[in-house]
């Protein structure tokens, strides 16, 4: 079982910035992808943006240019730096690790005032 521990989000206004980190309970040298995913009320939970075992990434149109996810293998966590922030970001962020089992964060809130 692996543990994938979420922090970072909170309130920000419109423009501004946050860092999301996803630790992990083991090494992620091996993981097939680690990835951030979101979702608001009453929408389905969409791809944000993904990182593969070889550190290509790839995001989604929406957040292309504004959004970046990186890791530290040393310390096990993945980030996402978001900035130029819109209020239509705002959405609860999940970390998502395949190993090649699968396991998701707890989830963290991210709210952008206009």
């Known amino acids: 079982q692996v543990q994938l521990v979420q922090s970072g989000g909170g309130l920000v206004q419109a423009g501004g910035s946050l860092r999301l980190s996803c630790a992990a309970s083991r090494s992620i040298f091996n993981a097939n992808s680690m990835a951030w995913y979101r979702q608001s009320p009453g929408k389905q939970r969409d791809l944000v943006a993904i990182i593969t075992s070889g550190g290509t990434t790839n995001y989604a149109e929406f957040v292309k240019g504004r959004f970046i996810i990186s890791r530290d293998i040393a310390k096990n966590t993945v980030y996402l730096q978001l900035n130029s922030l819109k209020p239509e970001d705002t959405a609860v962020y999940y970390c998502?690790?395949?190993?090649?089992?699968?396991?998701w964060g707890q989830g963290t809130q991210v709210t952008v005032s206009s």
């Open positions: 998502y690790a395949e190993f090649p089992e699968r396991y």
